[in-house]
């Protein structure tokens, strides 16, 4: 599946893009909501590392408005749920990711991203 | 007769003869593949169970992702991404452990990455796949480059020449071994009675290592019309120490330097841990930032 968790990792890595690769932009993306364990010390662990503003922008493009704009200073338990819905329970099943600088096209079909180039296309 | 493992030669250029004897294969065998790999190894198990809570990494080269579902004992604490060459072997990754886990369909040499984005990285039983020593030291930066700068750990495991007793197996002794390891043919018996067979395994062993699991029984007990299939897949076997020497060539690659902590260099990476397990060489690694 392609979660926004993972959304938040990936990168295009096509030859010569290596700024503003970053974050892909979903398109015609068909969406599905699972519930997953909650595991508030799981998120808040993982927090300092997300890249804030590409999640709430990729959440909101999901039509999710539940995270602030500005990563918040205090961290409750309200919170931490709303995050981790975002993270890890949005699943994507079809559509595809767009780099906003070459414009590569990654597509997802079954719930998996195809992330493979050409080799003469890698960096 | 078990078929045995072959000397081979790299008579392509990689790419294409990786995809015919690794990926190809890879993709064909997925479902009887996946019922015969379920254990992990302990050193496997004890790298991820000492992993801190909140932790985020890659299995680059997952399989049917079966270190997915690790810990068992906290699987919620970290989460691991799958990433594999095989679209077969990733729908059954995508449910590993009865979990929907997130998997990408990639390369082991692409880096589909934010730089640094991971905590840490593993990669089992899958260099040994990449058919020259450039790409094998290309598949380990990857990884290098994948962790955090500060504090990423990864851990790499391939097949040995050195091969446990248990294992039986015979490794030619003709193949060029001027770069260090051996270039084989390992071959995989799918018998066209799997089905029956799912979930037999030999002695209980976990395995990482490549095994022909079903040959004799198979063997012996099908008809020529049930004859089973035969698919070779390429592996390079290490040679003792060749896998900590492809991690140094790496990392100063990188401009990394290769050792504990020094406050004389920016960055470094130390390699804690190399060592043997049951016909497989590992090597666990740290990366560090001196300021
Ligand atoms: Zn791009």
Redo the contacts with the bound molecule.
Sequence with gaps: MVRLITHNLLA?H?KG?TSN?FPLKLQDVAIEVREAEFNPDFVRGFLPRLEWKALVQAARELGDTSLPEEMPEMVDDGFLKNLHHVLLEIHIDEGAMI?P????TYPISNGIPNMLLAEHEIG | MAPQVTATVVDDDPQSYESKHVHAVYDEIAPHFSSTRYKPWPIISQFISSLPVGWVGLDSGTGNGKYLPLPLERPTDIWTIGLDRSRNLLTIAQNAGNVTRDVVWGDALGQSWREGAFDYAISIATVHHLSTPERRKLAIQRLITAVSPSRGRILVYVWAIEQDEQSKRTIPQVADQSNGGEDVFVPWVLSKNVQGKQNQNRNGKPDTAPQDTNVQEDGSTTDRADAPRIYNRYYHMFARGELAELVEGAASMLGLHVGPLSPEAPLGIEIVQDGWERSNYYVELRRWKSS
Excluded: I, Q
């Design positions: 295009c096509a893009c690769n780099c600088n070459c414009g590569h």
